[in-house]
């Protein structure tokens, strides 16, 4: 295979490929065999109309170069030429048959070139991090448990409603003997003591399971045009239940892994120094990012990419107008900033792949993968099913864009506080895959 590269004006390439005969001829063969075997009715086997096979053969390997073997040589020609294009390549131009090379010729965009970052220029003060102290980890402790805690029908037969006591009701309000908006429910639990309805919460103290009570309340603002004035509510106790914290034994400390207590605070005192840890950190990625696009001059940025995530813009907005989301005016506002956003993004984007290239990171796209597998558990969705929808990819793609952000943003931080840098390449396993990701699936 040989290509020749071109530049075609600002950030713009064009690669011509030509695979030789010998290269080629083998996919040219087996395409043509396959279509001679091909069963056509009214026909024998292995007979065909006058001119069917040639031009069945173009159509078919017209297919084949252009979703695999144009993409595959592509892909080595840019390594040849060291050039990482942001834009889908384009085909141009293809030109094949039995008894030639194919070429091709495809346009694309990439990157803009930056000069090296300045790490001398940077403002960044090291805090320390804070020291974990007894109470956090007392309240740490007793956030746990309350998260454990669950809900058991209150003791006895005489059981009454006390404050914190959580009960079951059904109630019907009417104002003037009319009902009005919110005024009835069934099976509502709600915890007595709070705020919100003081009156109803005091009424509803010392009731028994099974008892009908009526109490009158003031309604609040939330009530819209009902506020201030006074509810008649009939009241039904259906069940009274009291928070049962769970015990700190040996089914509890195994449940968190731990051998005891004393474990178990350990445990929690280092979640909370690597939340306090990874908080900070944040903070510094937050300082490095503000002042990252004043130290570098204005740049040419890819006319055909900013052009897409435009076009972007304007389908999501015009489908807000269609849906009633914003008005016409709204939508003129949003679309200018928008524009500015996607440029504005876009910088940032190339200054920070500009700084991972220069610092020849390798990121671990496990990463990505894992925090995407969790979050479709979290919304009861296959991984492998998000992945192949457009939304799926999309998401994918973000966390990848974010994570690799975040990471070149803790090497900038590691250099200007000379901290040592791992250049350890991470071990490749299993990601997230669809057929679209690029990867050789075979």
Known sequence: MESIVEELGKLKYSVALEISLEEIKPTYNAIYRELKNTRLNGFRPGKHPKGWLDKRFMSAMQKEAVKHIIPRYMDDALKEHSLRPVTVPVIQKIDFNRKSPLSATLHFEISPKLPPLDYGKILLERKDIEEVSAKDIAEELDALLQREEVLVPKDGVNA???????????????????????????????????????EFHAGLLGMSSGEEKEVEVELPERFGENAGKKANFKILLTEISTVKR???????????????????????????????????QSEYRI?????????????D?????????????????????????????????????GYDNVKLDLRMK???????????????????????????????????????????????QRIV???????????????????PIDQSVPVEQEHVHDKNCGHDHS
């Open 401 to 419: 864009v974010r994570k690799q952000g975040d990471a070149t943003l803790d090497r900038v931080v590691a250099r200007v506080f000379g901290d």
């Open 350 to 396: 190339f200054i920070l792949d500009s700084i991972s290239g220069q610092e020849e990171m390798h990121f671990d796209e496990n990463e990505a993968a894992r925090e995407f597998v969790g979050l479709a558990q979290i919304t009861g969705q296959s991984p492998d099913k998000l992945i192949q929808s457009p939304f799926g990819r999309d998401m994918y």
């Open 246 to 280: 769970p015990k700190m034994d040996e089914d509890f400390f195994k449940k968190y892994g731990v051998a005891g207590e004393d474990e178990l605070k350990d445990k929690v005192g280092e979640n909370i120094k690597s939340r306090k840890t990874a908080e900070l």
């Open 160 to 198: 009454k409603v006390e404050n914190d006591d959580w009960v079951l009701i059904n109630f019907n309000g009417t104002i003037g003997g009319e009902e009005f908006v919110d005024s009835n429910a069934n099976d509502m639990q709600i915890k007595i003591g709070g705020s919100d309805l003081a």
């Open 287 to 299: 300082a490095v990012r503000s002042q990252l696009s004043g130290l570098f001059d204005e740049f």
């Open 301 to 337: 940025l890819p006319e055909e990419l900013v052009k897409f995530e435009q076009e972007q813009i304007d389908k999501d907005l015009e489908k807000a107008v269609s849906d009633k989301e914003i008005s016409a005016e709204e939508k003129e506002k949003k679309r200018q900033e």
